[in-house]
């Protein structure tokens, strides 16, 4: 749905796709817009200076001490891997702060939807933290918010 490029030193573009976005929920554009700020976050730290990694991303500093050379600011797959051991639950509660919790749209739905940006990556396909029919589940609720599915539970925005 949308992609975020480092254009300049510190500066950082999100390019969402116009069909997608009018065709998804508020629910899916607001999960994609705090994917998309996470990236830019890593696009940040992770050009800034690889002290921090050893504290605050172990899986970067594990990386960097593989391959000093490699720019972990544009691994996209490293980032998913970052944003799978330390931001889910970010997204997840940065989702509740906006919606709420009720019956219908529960931690775990949130949880799902949180995961949402990581399901096309090798972390979703390969993590026992899920079980196979919870995968299942994530895909399908991510899938009706990004169609505006009479499953979803967000709506259009205009
Ligand atoms: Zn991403």
């Given at each position: 749905m949308a992609q975020t490029s480092n254009t300049d030193p510190y500066n950082y573009t999100m390019t969402f796709d116009l069909n997608r976005v009018q065709n998804a929920t508020d629910i899916a554009i607001a999960r994609t817009m705090m994917h998309e700020s996470i990236h830019a976050?890593?696009?940040?730290?992770?050009?800034?200076?690889?002290s921090i990694y050893e504290a605050d991303f172990p899986l970067a500093w594990a990386k960097f001490l593989e391959d000093?050379?490699?720019?972990?600011?544009?691994?996209?797959?490293?980032?998913?891997?970052?944003?799978?051991?330390?931001?889910?639950?970010?997204?997840?509660?940065?989702l509740i702060d906006i919606y709420g919790v009720s019956d219908y749209k529960n931690e775990e739905y949130w949880e799902n939807i949180a995961l949402g940006g990581l399901i096309e990556t090798a972390w979703f396909d390969t993590t026992s933290v899920y079980s196979s029919t919870r995968k299942r589940t994530i895909k399908d609720q991510n899938s009706y918010e990004d169609t505006n599915h009479e499953y979803s539970r967000g709506s259009l925005c205009n």
């Open positions: 976050y890593l696009f940040s730290v992770f050009a800034l200076n690889d000093p050379n490699k720019d972990f600011s544009t691994d996209e797959g490293l980032h998913h891997e970052q944003m799978a051991q330390s931001y889910v639950d970010a997204l997840k509660f940065g």
